[in-house]
């Protein structure tokens, strides 16, 4: 299977990402993630991203697609990956498509989730993970570029006909089978 998971900010991605990639035995590649475990390591490349991170800004391409076309070349996402956060921008897509090779996404699932509640849920993460990018001002920042750059893609992918809508709002047992149902595994 090889599957995104996209979404606003907030809208559970992560959390979600996490559950399907244990239920069907793929790796979840988070951008976000991989951005925060070279920062964590004091990589050029973690301390490059650092600065659009905690500004809102998306990461240039020219670190971003590097990153992402190495890490899908590790053994483990022979079998499929679920990733999460990327592609997010259309040029994005074009070079993903690249790193495909003529492999077809089987499915792009998109949480949906009103904007008052992800900026809730921002707030509230930033109390408990302290993440530097989830202050009120950046949190705006975000969801702007993210209706801007990344929610055409929803269009996009439903062109393709790989699109699969599931309401992000609700507890996370019950969002989780409704993307289980919704995948139909
Ligand atoms: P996330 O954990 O997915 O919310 O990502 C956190 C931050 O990492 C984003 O706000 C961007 O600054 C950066 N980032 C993650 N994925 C990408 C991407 N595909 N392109 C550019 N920047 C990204």
Redesign the pocket.
């Given at each position: 299977m090889r599957l995104l998971i996209m979404g606003p900010?907030g809208a559970g991605k992560g959390t979600q990402a996490v559950h399907i990639a244990q239920r069907l035995g793929i790796p979840h590649i988070?951008?976000?993630?991989l951005?925060r475990a070279n920062l964590t390591e004091g990589t050029a490349l973690g301390l490059e991203?650092k600065k659009?991170?905690d500004a809102?800004?998306?990461?240039p391409d020219s670190v971003?697609n590097g990153m992402v076309r190495d890490r899908l070349k590790q053994s483990d996402a022979a079998v499929g990956f679920i990733l999460d956060?990327?592609?997010?921008t259309v040029v994005?897509v074009a070079e993903f498509d690249g790193m495909l090779a003529g492999n077809k996404l089987d499915k792009v699932i998109v949480l949906t989730a009103d904007i008052d509640e992800v900026v809730g849920r921002l707030l509230n993460r930033a109390k408990q993970q302290g993440r530097a990018?989830d202050t009120e001002d950046v949190i705006r920042r975000?969801l702007e570029i993210y209706t801007e750059q990344t929610a055409p893609l929803i269009a996009l992918y439903a062109d393709r006909g790989v699109l699969v809508e599931v309401n992000g709002i609700g507890s996370v047992d019950q969002v989780t089978s409704n993307i289980f149902a919704a995948l139909n595994v």
């Open positions: 900010p988070s951008t976000g993630d951005f991203a659009y991170m809102g800004e998306y990461v971003t956060g990327y592609p997010r994005q990018d975000r």
